[in-house]
Antibody, heavy 123, light 106 residues
Framework: QITLKESGPTLVKPKETLTLTCTFSGFSLSSSGVSVGWIRQPPGKALEWLALIYWDDEKRYRPFLRSRLTIAKDTSKNDVVLTLTNMDPVDTGTYYC???????????????WGQGTVVTVSS | SYELTQPLSVSVAPGQTARITCRGDNIGSKNVHWYQQKPGQAPVLVVHKDSNRPSGIPERFSGSNSGNTATLTISRAQAGDEADYYCQVWDTTAAIFGGGTKLTVL
């Protein structure tokens, strides 16, 4: 059974750096085709994809946030870390990590999601 | 950049069929995934690769995709289907989500 869980601060100040950790079980991020993504959701708004890291350490970022985002994995610890620099109140929202299997029947869908972690940006 | 357009809201009577559309340029050439999100909960994948259901998703949920429109169809709608629904595709190397549709069963 695949599970993911996000952790990190609930409150950050403007201009600070947010660091979130996604700890997972039930799969290996060194297996071909596997990736983990981060998606966020501002209060009352739509889902917004942020970043993705592949089993081979390839990374993809949301174009308009590329300069502020970093994603990294620690295969031995079964976790993925997302950092977002220069936080602003508009970055407030729920941050999710999700499992993705490229190709095959799932064709790259995010098939299992974590419960999400709420982050508020305020001084 | 690629965009997906969904209606803000769709209403359906219990037992009837709800159809939620997702429009994008030549979306028929892409794999479309659909997620259900109930208040306070994480999204759940309900349809992947246009028309496939993950295990545990009722047969009442189905999908289609052609031309510039993908559609999520929910047959015999139930009160428990009330939720926000999002379509999603991959455009080159970026995941794109639609703006979401609130389904009301009344």
């Amino acid at each position: 059974q695949i599970t993911l869980k996000e952790s990190g601060p609930t409150l950050v100040k403007p201009k600070e750096t947010l660091t979130l950790t996604c700890t997972f079980s039930g799969f290996s991020l060194s297996s071909s085709g596997v990736s983990v993504g981060w998606i966020r959701q501002p209060p009352g708004k739509a889902l917004e994809w942020l970043a993705l890291i592949y089993w081979d350490d390839e990374k993809r970022y949301r174009p308009f946030l590329r300069s502020r985002l970093t994603i990294a994995k620690d295969t031995s610890k079964n976790d993925v870390v997302l950092t977002l620099t220069n936080m602003d109140p508009v970055d407030t929202g729920t941050y999710y990590c999700a499992h993705r299997q490229a190709g095959g029947a799932l064709a790259g869908a995010f098939d299992v999601w974590g419960q999400g972690t709420v982050v508020t940006v305020s001084s | 950049s690629y965009e997906l357009t969904q209606p803000l809201s769709v209403s359906v009577a219990p037992g009837q069929t709800a159809r939620i559309t997702c429009r994008g340029d030549n979306i028929g050439s892409k794999n479309v995934h659909w997620y259900q999100q109930k208040p306070g909960q994480a999204p759940v994948l309900v349809v992947h690769k246009d028309s496939n259901r993950p295990s545990g998703i009722p047969e009442r949920f189905s999908g289609s995709n052609s031309g510039n429109t993908a559609t999520l169809t929910i047959s015999r709608a139930q009160a428990g289907d009330e939720a926000d629904y999002y379509c999603q595709v991959w455009d080159t190397t970026a995941a794109i989500f639609g703006g979401g549709t609130k389904l009301t069963v009344l």
